[in-house]
């Protein structure tokens, strides 16, 4: 049997450069090459594919867009996934990707992954983790980690071998794409005081060619899941395409932040994340209309610690199914709609309606007679009780 090892491919520059070296430097005969379709662009697919069997690899493509929203966009819509103010996104694919290239090697036989994650970010931690997860006697192999490449070095390294890439010295970005957001990072864009061109966005209008006026946007829920969009009920693939092209042709979604990856490092990060940055607002506003004050206070640090385990890329973790559990019960009671406001990169929420809603009109409003507003004496009376005996202690003390 030949020695065969599965490649995590994206048909980008890092992954392209391992074929070589995985046939000259690691001595696998047989190179195969997964590409994993979770929306990115159909034209990148192809060209994934194309490239894979130029350079004499077998190649398998697993269409995984439907099973990466209801999955893992879903839950993250439920837990407000985010990480450091922006919607958890690359993070959520990536394990993802991991289980199919498992599924893969299960099926090939595989003697050994290979991926081409840097030893600097985040993505080696997430595929890793599910590969030593699911199958931990198989052998992993980083090229990128392990030589320790440059970008330059990598481009350099692809020319020499006559790999075609897109990637140059001068436009030296580094893209990565699923139906949840568009990360955007390397060259200038590192620099924390470099103004990102407006020629890196794909999914987002700046303000000047964002639609001149205001759009109204109305989301509606079931059991904390979108179903809608301005009434007509639509699948989930085509509800965050649709949602996609609204937002983007609004401007929203564009988030540029210092992010702290899992190794300490502190980089600058530019995003593109649409749908997900909607969705997620919309999802919050309705599940503060349902939920208790306790709850809603309980379930903010539930959600920081999921948001965390998935930029971990740690899907598998037993403390992510526990706050799931709670997470879902909640969600039991988010039905209903949202209302927003769509304008030149701004999304606000200006309505929001559930057959489960807290709110009661004939006992908050200010017009309403019903609640016995003398029954607040005693309660205004016993407010900060024991601060307030501290505050008369502490002047005592200090005049004494």
């Known amino acids: 049997m030949p020695k065969t090892v599965v490649l995590v491919y994206s048909g980008g520059l890092d992954t392209s450069v391992c074929i070589p070296m995985m046939r000259e430097n690691y001595g696998f005969e047989r190179i195969v090459t ?9 034209e990148d697919v192809k060209s994934a594919e194309d490239r894979a069997r130029a350079l004499g690899c077998e190649h398998y493509t697993a269409d995984a867009k ?22 958890l996104s ?26 081409g994650c840097t030893g600097k970010g985040n993505d080696q931690f997430r595929i890793e983790y599910v590969m030593r997860a699911l ?5 992993i192999i980083a090229p990128m980690r392990e030589h320790s490449y440059t970008r330059t070095e990598e481009i350099q390294y692809a020319q020499e071998k006559n790999i075609p890439i897109s990637v140059t010295a001068d436009k030296i970005w580094s893209i990565d794409e699923n ?68 937002a983007g042709d609004n401007g929203v979604g564009r988030v540029d932040i210092m992010e702290d990856r899992l190794l300490g490092l502190k980089v600058r ?44 890329g740690l899907w598998f973790d037993p403390l992510k199914e526990d706050l799931e559990a709670f997470i879902n019960r909640i969600q039991r009671r988010v039905t209903g709609t ?24 004939d006992l908050a409003s200010f017009d309403s007679k019903t609640f016995d507003q003398s029954l607040s004496v005693g309660n205004v009376q016993t407010h900060g009780m024991q601060s307030r005996m501290y505050w008369q202690l502490k002047e005592k003390q200090d005049k004494g």
């Open 135 to 139: 199958l931990p006697d198989t052998p």
């Open 269 to 312: 990060e530019n995003y593109e994340c649409p749908a997900s940055t909607v969705l997620i607002k919309a999802h919050a506003a309705l599940e503060a209309l349902v939920a208790t004050a306790a709850e809603r206070k309980f379930k903010a640090m539930v959600d920081q610690q999921w948001g965390e385990l998935a930029y971990y």
């Open 34 to 42: 997964v590409t994993v379709d979770v929306g990115q662009p159909d």
């Open 179 to 246: 139906l949840w957001g568009r990360s955007i990072e390397g060259g200038h864009l590192e620099e924390p005081n470099y103004a990102p061109p407006e020629e890196i966005y794909q999914w987002t209008r700046g303000i000047d060619a964002a639609n001149p006026t205001p759009q109204a946007l109305t989301i509606g829920f079931e059991h904390g899941v979108p179903v809608s969009l301005d009434g007509e009920r639509l699948e989930p693939l085509a509800l965050v395409q649709k949602l996609m092209t609204i």
């Open 66 to 87: 439907q099973e990466f929203i209801t999955d893992y966009c879903w839950p993250a819509v439920k837990a407000n996934g985010d990480y450091q103010g922006y919607p």
């Open 338 to 361: 949202v209302t927003l406001r769509l304008f030149k990169g701004s999304c606000v929420v200006t309505g929001r309606a559930s057959d489960w809603a807290l709110y009661n009109e």
């Open 90 to 115: 690359t993070a959520i694919a990536r394990p993802l990707i991991g289980l199919k290239a498992v599924e893969a090697a299960k099926q090939v036989g595989a003697d050994a992954f290979c991926h």
